[in-house]
């Protein structure tokens, strides 16, 4: 399988930023492939070995309601949340390599609310949604990076459902203020690629602030 092409300049721009650094912040509206080329990325590392494990999580913010709600274990619980992530994972891989990977601890979805006390060691790790995350959170889970680890982390600071500052959102301060090497890659809505129709959605939605 060949290497993932870029559809748009800022996806060039995205890939390059992947290829050269160890951490990367990714921001911008849906359909523009940002969760498609984290989680290609994440299963040609794994699949190459490249990296020794995929960790990937996402704060707990769903429409108010805390992951206690829900029936099932921690991990079953947070599945529906980062399906994109892992349904890209899946076709790049295949189902049954995937499945194996997740049984062996090569893949592996971490909840948020459990992040904290982990140390990550010679994996990717993709936090996806991060415009959830408290600007505490973030800390803590930037924090816990150790060696021979790239992060991704993904979202869309216009879209927070959190009722306090983003974490995201100082944190993208910060790395511009104090001119920290990790690159920002922002797409914006003339980079959605998944179809013409949600970019028009997409737009609405934008230029009527709803």
Known sequence: MGPIQPLTD??????????????????????????????TRA??????????????????????????????????????????????MKERMGEAAFEIAVKTGDIEVVPFEVMRGRTFKNCLVILDE??????AEI??????????????????????DLRETSGLRTVIHLVKSRMMPIPVVEFTLDDIVRSGICAEWVRAFEETNL
């Open 43 to 88: 299963a040609d590392q794994l699949r190459q070995r490249r990296i020794g494990k995929v960790i990937i999580t996402r704060p707990n913010v769903p429409s108010g309601r805390s992951l206690g709600f829900f029936p099932g274990t921690l991990e079953e619980k947070i599945a529906p949340w980062v399906a994109p992530l892992t349904e890209t």
């Open 10 to 39: 800022r996806q060039a721009q995205y890939l390059d930023a992947l290829a050269l650094h160890k951490q990367v912040i990714v921001l911008g509206p849906a359909g523009t492939g940002k969760t498609f080329i984290a989680g």
């Open 139 to 160: 800390k803590m889970f930037l924090t816990r990076i150790g060696d021979d680890c790239q992060v991704i982390i993904n979202g869309d600071v216009s879209q927070t």
């Open 130 to 135: 991060a415009q959830n995350t408290t600007t």
